[in-house]
Structures are given as C-alpha cells and as structure tokens.
C-alpha cells in the first residue's frame, strides 16, 4: 500500500505533468470568461432555489416576530349605543315619576389589557419559532452547498468534454491521413481494399465516438445555462484546468473535519432543538397566568343626571389556572399530546443525527478511495501513454517497411488516442473527486 507521503509525492508529480500537459482551457466564444469561482458566485446570486429560500427564512423570521406579540398590551376603542325598552320607573308622591335608565345608551371607552407573568409560556414560543429560523437557515445553505457542487462538477465535465472532443478530433485526423496513405498503397498495388475498408471503418468509429461526446457537451452546456440562469444558446467561455493542491489522506483528522462542519450535521442538530423547543411549549400550555386590564371611556346612565355623559372607569385583576394542568380530562389531554408528539418528533431527529454521522464517514472514506484510486489510474496513465506514443512510432516505421500490417497501425494509434483519453479521465475524476472530499468533510465551496 502507498502510504499517505508516498502519495503526496505522486499527487504533486501528476499534477506538474497535468498542468503543462492540459493548460488552461477556454472557448473563443463571445462574452466574459468564467472560472469556476465566477460560476458557482454567479449561480448563488441570480438562481431562483436560493431566493426561495432565501424568502423562506424571511417567513421564519416573521414567525417569529408574531410569536412576540403576546408580550405587548393589546388595546382597543369600543363604541356603543343600546335603546332598552320598556323604560323602568316608579313614582313618589310629591316628586313625580323616576326614570331609572335612559332609554339611549351611549358607551364609548378606551381598554387594555395586558399578560404580566405566565411562567415563560410566552418565551417558549418564541425560542420554538426561532429554532425554525435556524431550520430555514439550514436548509438555505444546503441549497447554496448542492447548487455549488452542482455548478463545479458541470463546469468541469464541459471542460473535459470540449478537451476530450479535441482529443478524438486529433485521432480522426490522424485516421484520415493514414485512409489516404492507404488509398495511394491500394492504387499503387502494395494494399488491398481490405486495408483501406479497414481504415474507413476505424474513422466511422471514431467519428461515431466524437459524436457521443458533442451530444454530451451540449447536453451539460445547457445544464450550466439553467444553472446560470443564461438565455438560448448564449456562449460560454469558460477557463480553468484540471490541477487541485495536494492533501494528506489522514482518514480520521477528515472525518472529524466532516463531523464538525458538514451543514447536515448542524441541520440534524437544529432539528433536535426545534423538539426540544416545541415539547418545552407543550409543558407550559397549562400554565397559570396573571392578567391585567384597563378600561376608561364616557357613557350616560348615572344618576343624579342619568342623559348626561359621564367619565368612567374599570380596572381588573386576572389569574388564570386552566384545570387541565390538574385534570387532563378538561383540556381534551392536549398537553400531554402535544408532549408525546415533542417526544417522538426528537427520538427521531436523534436518529436522524446518528444516521447522518454514519452517512458523513461513508462519504469521507468513499472521496478518501476515489482520489487514492485516481491517483493510481494517474500513474498508470501517463506510462501508458509513454508507452502508446513508441508503440505508435515504431508501429509507423514497420509499416513504411512493410513488415506490419495496416491493422497493427490502426491498432497501435487507436491505443495512443485511449491513453491520452484515459490520462484526460483521470485528471478529471481527480478533479470532481477533491470537489467531492471536499464536500464530504464540509469544506465552503461557496
């Protein structure tokens, strides 16, 4: 086994040879080039997932501010009139009939009323509401971390494709000039038409190759176009190149570094304070409350002068015990209900938490082999294609002697064009995989 400096040694050695052989790659096309920074910034700031959950947690966060409310004095203005009939009177000798009411009754009065203390049932849905704020909050950076990954992982397979479309065109032409090479042979007697059938098919092949690469290529354009939020069949000059910085494999440092920092984790962990929260409002339901109200306004119906307007005033003392904190009957055993539901709603977030965690070292060990992996294929490449370009040569030198075939030509540089695909493959799964790693341990790409 490689050991981790070892490999170091061979990431930074791969990397060199990746640089100078693939160097940076861009289309000619109009408009402004893009690195791969410009297009995951370009995607975070215009795609609509984000503004959706962007606005998400703005909701959250006027949950919030409702979920105050029961912290301020509600006030109100209350206006009346009442006609009462028949009219109430009786009569004393000497002083005529006593009306006791008026007939009109005119009330108009200014009241409030406020929560004084309520064993912080009030708070606890405050900090429910503000444990969803961070639930919205996570769930936005989840978007931004997938949109991002998303965003990378296109803008580099476009690069290795144009790259790779470069590479076959390469190999057809190569085809081509050796199909014409042929055709002279065969004229002049020392081919056959079997040798220049043979070449003909060989082009078709790798036409038919060349092919499947554009129809790919246009398929992941337009991909980065929806991402990008670009119109049509608007160009895309991207820049960039398949070389990364070397890591060290410290396998357990990485999956504590994912522990730690991966967005999931946190969410798991908010989701947990959100339970916690909610089954802390459903054991205060019950709570008693003190109560205070005050109300002043003008109204008729006092004696001496009972059609006169009069000031008047009321102000009260409230505490409220719902007797469902003692019998749960009376309350429908709401609280004890919502209680089971807190319960059961944070034994699964727990579990969801543990089931992340494990989901988090998986990722890290698969990311950790599939770069260990690509840097072996690396190596193997770049021998390969050593190998491939003299087998190419001496292959050449034979044929013009005649002590080869046509087919162990074609054979010999259809070889070459799989190495430098191969090689091409590698940086690239190289690429995407340190992206992947990255995203295992919890590493901003955004």
Known sequence: MITNMKYQIIIGFFLAISTMSFPAFSQSAGGDSLTVDDAVRRVLSTNPSI????????????????SKSPFYPDAGVSLSY???GPAQAFSFP???SIILYPLNNYDEHVGASATIFDFDRRQRTVDAALAQVQNAQDR???????????????????????Q??????????????????????????SATDFDA???????????????????????NEIALRKLLGAHGESPLKLVGQFAETPIAFKLDSLENAGLHDRIEMKAADDQIAAAQA????????????????LVYGFKNGFEPNIYAWRGNFAAAVQVQMPLSGVVPFFGGYRSSKMEEEATATMKGADSYRTQVSLQI????????????????RLQTADITVQQAESAVSMAKGRYAAGTVTNLDLLDAETALAQAKLMRLESLYRYVIGRYELEQAIGAKTW
């Open 82 to 84: 009442a006609r009462l």
């Open 94 to 96: 000497g002083f005529g």
């Open 361 to 376: 070292a998986a990722d890290v060990q698969k990311a950790v082999t599939d770069l260990r992996t690509s840097l072996d």
């Open 197 to 219: 059938l043979t070449t003909e098919v060989r082009v078709a092949a790798a036409q038919n190759q060349r092919i499947g690469l554009v129809n790919s290529l246009s398929t």
């Open 51 to 66: 503004e959706q959950a962007a606005h998400m947690v703005d909701a959250s966060k006027a949950r919030v501010d409702v």
């Open 140 to 162: 936005l950076n989840l978007t931004r971390q997938g949109l991002a990954y998303q965003t990378i992982q296109t803008f580099y397979t476009i690069l290795f494709l144009r």
């Open 278 to 293: 909610q089954y802390r409002v459903a054991s205060a339901i019950d709570n008693p409350s003190l109560n205070v109200s």
């Open 164 to 189: 790779s479309i470069q590479v076959q065109d390469d190999e057809i032409s190569t085809l081509n000039e050796h199909l014409a090479m042929t055709r002279k042979r065969v004229e002049s007697g």
